[in-house]
Every structure is written in C-alpha cells, then in structure tokens.
C-alpha cells in the first residue's frame, strides 16, 4: 500500500484528528532515523547497524543467553529526554550494555563529563573506545570516559555513579539482579540515583525492585523511555 491509499484509508477508518496524529508521529520517527544517519556522517564514527546476540562470537559469557541484540540507541530522542530531565552531571554516568558507545557521545554532549560503558563483548569494546577518541577530537569536548569489558552481573559500580542507562539489554533474569546491584550500591553510599530503561519490554524487573519508583514515562515516536529513581538524599544545587 503506498504513502496516498494509506493516507485515505486512515481517514475512512480513523478519522482527521486521529489521522493527523498519526501523520506527526511517523514525522517524527523519520526524523529521528534520518538524524541517526547524520550523526555518523556529522562525527566520523561507526555506531549504527543491528547486530544479533549470536553473531557476537567473542562473547563467551554463560549469560550470552538472556542477551538483547545490539541496536542503537536514537541520538535525537536521548538528546531530548536528558535536557529534560537536567539530571545532575557531577556523578558518574553508566551505560550499561553500551554497544558502540553512542548513548555515552549523547551525555557528553549534554553535559555529563564523567562516562562508563559497560559491555561484554571485546569487539564491541574496541569499537566504543574508537568512536569515543574521535568524537571527543572532532567536537573538542572535555570528558573523561571508560569502555569497561565486563558481564553487566560482574561489573563494580562506583560509588558516586548517579544515572544508569539502559537500552533494553538482556532479559529479566539478569536485569533483575543489575537493578538490585544498583540498588545495593546505593544503599552501601548513599546518593541519588536514576535508571533510565528505553523500550522497557521487561521492566517488571524494575517494577518489583522496591529500591525504585517510576519517576517518569516518555514517548517521543516509537521512542519509549522509564525513569526509575531511587528514595536517597535529594540533590543539593
């Protein structure tokens, strides 16, 4: 069915209001996959592609199992949530599962200046470690930033790491037990914490860790993000 008939037929069966809803969301998604294509081309860097957990042959994790694919995360939504959010950027930022590293280039824009990206995959590793050194010479901004090779269960939180991102990756069974780690984290020094989880297809994990409450949904086209935060010391200015 081309772009016209399902433009009609959206009429015929939803409605103008309806229709038109439609027409600024899908605007907005186009938007956002085009900009995707740009950042690469803006920075000089290599973050975007699917890659399937079974095609990650240097991972020889037993958790490989409960793995998510590989997908990045879209810059323009991210970009517009933590401006949003203004959450404070005097912590350390984690990326859980960070891929190639793109969500880690977002904080840096964004202000956060301190930066893990935690991933279990070494070629993955490289890759992050590569578009970091370039996006930081390319954009002359000043952030310190790790791409540490580590299972997500494994990983040592630091102890003034405040914002924790999460783009859907693994299931349950291990999600449940990084959210505690943080949690356990926080607990041990206290401070303020926040889990941002994108497409939240398990965040029933989330949900029965008594450690955090929803603080937040945003939907900014097929971009579903939930803010987790934790009942610590409230921020100072």
């Excluded at 997908?71 to 970009?79: F, G, N, W």
Aim: net charge neutral.
């Amino acid at each position: 069915m081309n772009a016209f008939r399902r433009f009609t037929s959206s009429l015929e069966q939803k409605g103008v209001r309806q229709t038109a809803r439609l027409i600024v969301k899908y605007a907005g998604v186009t938007a956002s996959r085009v900009g995707d294509l740009w950042f690469d081309i803006r920075y000089g860097t290599d973050t975007s592609g699917i890659i399937e957990v079974d095609h990650l042959h240097d991972v020889t994790s037993p958790n490989k199992r409960y793995a998510m694919r590989y997908e990045v995360t879209r810059a323009r939504p991210l970009k517009r949530l933590l401006r949003l959010l203004d959450l404070p950027t005097d912590g350390v930022f984690v990326d859980i599962g960070c891929g190639k590293g793109r969500v880690l280039m977002v904080a840096a824009a964004c202000g956060h200046t301190r930066l893990v990206g935690v991933e279990y995959s070494h070629e993955l590793c490289e890759v992050a470690r590569d578009n970091l050194s370039v996006f930081r010479r390319k954009t002359g901004l000043r952030f310190d930033a790790e791409v540490v090779e580590a299972d997500a269960v494994d990983y040592e939180i630091p102890p003034d790491a405040n914002v924790f991102f999460m783009f859907n990756p693994f299931y349950s069974e291990i999600l449940e037990m990084v959210s505690w780690k943080i949690a356990r984290s926080a607990a041990e020094n206290p401070r303020k914490v926040w889990l941002i989880y994108l497409y939240p297809e398990c965040r029933a994990a989330f949900d029965a860790n008594s450690a955090f409450v929803e603080a937040g949904r945003y939907v900014w086209g097929d971009c579903e993000f939930v803010v987790y935060e934790n009942s610590g010391p409230a921020t100072t200015d």
